[in-house]
T-cell receptor, first 110, second 115 residues
């Protein structure tokens, strides 16, 4: 059973467009994290959201944690080719480890 | 701080052979995790250590898999009698004891291909 479902699975858009990807669960999480992974590399932590309804911005990336702490979204404004990668959400399962979502593979076309 | 280091980066092996991977975590991190990732999927938890103690193993970790972290420093993951289904990226991550909210630092992974 996948605890964290991400959508869409694949997304390909033109440079300069905006996009939103989603991370959904039937479980409540104390926090959620977003990672970006480039081919042949390990995931890199982008942000952690902790409070229901929280919004965090990282340059052109806006992360939101749902009020019920069961979902999160990542919005990218004016996408650039450097944003290409696999975006993963992750949440703590118990207190000991993170469980990862299915991932959204994003391709930005120059 | 050189980050999390994994060796080798790539390994091609014949079915039935044994392979061993190494992970050197960030020195002040006392938690170390192993994950497996297949193409296009998110990482799946395999096992984790707090210092030298292996505290949890996933049911994905069959009897052919073993992991160690002697002296709470580097860790090794061994796969015996490899099968084609073992082909994947094996990721190591480390974290502090301050809580999962601080996230993981991942290594670049070891890509295993079983032929």
């Amino acid at each position: 059973t996948q605890l964290l479902e991400q959508s869409p699975q694949f997304l390909s858009i033109q440079e300069g467009e905006n996009l939103t990807v989603y991370c959904n669960s039937s479980s409540v999480f104390s926090s959620l994290q977003w990672y970006r992974q480039e081919p042949g590399e390990g995931p890199v932590l982008l942000v952690t959201v902790v409070t229901g309804g929280e919004v965090k911005k990282l340059k052109r990336l806006t992360f939101q944690f749902g009020d019920a702490r069961k979902d999160s979204s990542l919005h990218i404004t004016a996408a650039q080719p450097g944003d290409t990668g696999l975006y993963l959400c992750a949440g703590p399962f118990g207190n000991e480890k993170l469980t990862f979502g299915t991932g959204t593979r994003l391709t930005i076309i120059p | 701080d050189t980050g999390v280091s994994q060796n080798p980066r790539h390994k091609i092996t014949k079915r039935g052979q044994n392979v061993t991977f190494r992970c050197d975590p960030i020195s002040e991190h006392n938690r170390l995790y192993w994950y497996r990732q297949t193409l296009g999927q998110g990482p799946e938890f395999l096992t984790y250590f707090q210092n030298e103690a292996q505290l949890e193993k996933s049911r994905l970790l069959s009897d052919r898999f073993s992991a160690e972290r002697p002296k709470g420093s580097f860790s090794t993951l061994e796969i015996q009698r490899t099968e084609q289904g073992d082909s994947a990226m094996y990721l190591c991550a480390s974290s502090t004891n301050r809580g999962l909210g601080y996230g993981y630092t991942f290594g670049s992974g070891t890509r295993l291909t079983v032929v």
